[in-house]
């Protein structure tokens, strides 16, 4: 009601039920990179699992997956690990039930002798459970966190500064972003509009209304383009074709007809921004690797 009231919808909001989860696989399977691009972009993280995991070789480790989505980076993650020598253990973080199901699924097919752990929770309201990211650890066990696709929907400073109250010194921070280039940063987001504005990702945004029993038909979507944002993004509003009423409980909340929504956004960034922020609140860079096209790239960051 909160998000309805702003006219703000949080990104968690298009992940929570069954239907949105494999709305957005489809979309994921649809917009992701494909063929030779798959290729390269599993390879540059394939490198980075690698050089961890012969480091942490042989130690017991835990893969904790903040948004873990379908999980197929964290498989990857488990069985370098795994391949190394380490007992894996997994605990997959989501705000959608079957996502944190699927990815449980993925991780222990890739490493089948690690143990997973599913928790489903709003990353936004999450505080005070390191208790239970530790629960049932051997002592010696080295923590690995991963935000993998996460700082594209959320407000990267807000996320980098709860990062840091969440891991403890010698922890391990896997985290990714999708990049842009700065010569050209409007012919760039031009050239990349056609993964979000199509047919696939207007059915899966407007999920949130048909789970709430108003399905949106008529609405009218339109991309926008933030090439001087800082970070640069992809947005999408939403106009209302009628009068919406939520109904959630006991309660109802009513957005009228041609309001117009803040319904998703998309974050690019400069690898050197992302950097100074990451050492800027405490994490000392291990390594860095970027997907051959430079689209997108992952960070090791160790916090000191
Ligand atoms: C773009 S997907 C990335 C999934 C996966 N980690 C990957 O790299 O493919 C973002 C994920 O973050 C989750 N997410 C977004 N906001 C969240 C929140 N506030 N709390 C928990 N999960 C959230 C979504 O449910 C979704 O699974």
Same mark, same amino acid.
């Given at each position: 009601m909160h998000a309805l009231r702003l006219r703000q919808l949080p990104a968690k909001f298009h992940y929570l039920t069954p239907q949105q989860a494999r709305r957005w696989l489809a979309v994921h399977t649809a917009y992701a990179p494909s063929g030779g691009r798959a290729i390269a972009t599993t390879a540059a993280y394939r490198r980075l699992f690698q050089i961890l995991a012969r480091r942490l070789a042989e130690r017991p480790v835990q893969i904790i997956s903040l948004?873990? !989505?379908?999980g197929q980076k964290d498989a990857l993650l488990a069985l370098s690990l795994y391949e190394a020598g380490c007992p894996v253990r997994y605990l997959a973080v989501d705000a959608g039930q079957a996502l944190v199901l699927i990815a449980a699924d993925a991780v222990t097919n890739a490493a089948p002798q690690c143990k997973a752990r599913r928790l489903v929770a709003d990353l936004d309201e999450l505080g005070g459970w390191r208790d239970f990211v530790e629960q049932g650890s051997e002592r010696d066990e080295v923590q690995v966190f991963c935000a993998f !696709?996460?700082?594209?929907?959320?407000n990267p400073d807000r996320l980098i500064q709860w990062l840091t109250g969440l891991l403890a010194p010698n922890d391990h921070l896997l985290i990714s972003a999708n990049l842009y280039d700065p010569e050209d940063p409007g012919n760039e987001l031009q050239a990349i509009l056609p993964q979000y504005d199509n047919p696939e990702t207007r059915h899966w945004l407007t999920t949130f209304f048909a789970d709430l029993d108003w399905p949106v038909t008529a609405g009218q979507f339109v991309f926008h383009l933030h090439?001087?944002?800082?970070p640069a993004r992809i947005s999408a509003t939403l106009t209302l074709p009628e009068t919406f009423v939520a109904a959630i409980g006991t309660r109802t909340f009513e957005v009228p007809r041609a309001a117009c929504l803040d319904i998703f956004f998309s974050n690019r960034f400069l690898a050197a921004d992302l950097s100074a922020m990451l050492e800027r609140y405490g994490f000392a860079l291990s390594q860095y690797a970027e997907t051959a096209s430079s689209a997108e790239a992952v960070w090791h960051a160790e916090r000191i």
């Open positions: 948004g873990c !989505g379908s !696709g996460v700082l594209p929907n959320t090439e001087n944002a800082s």
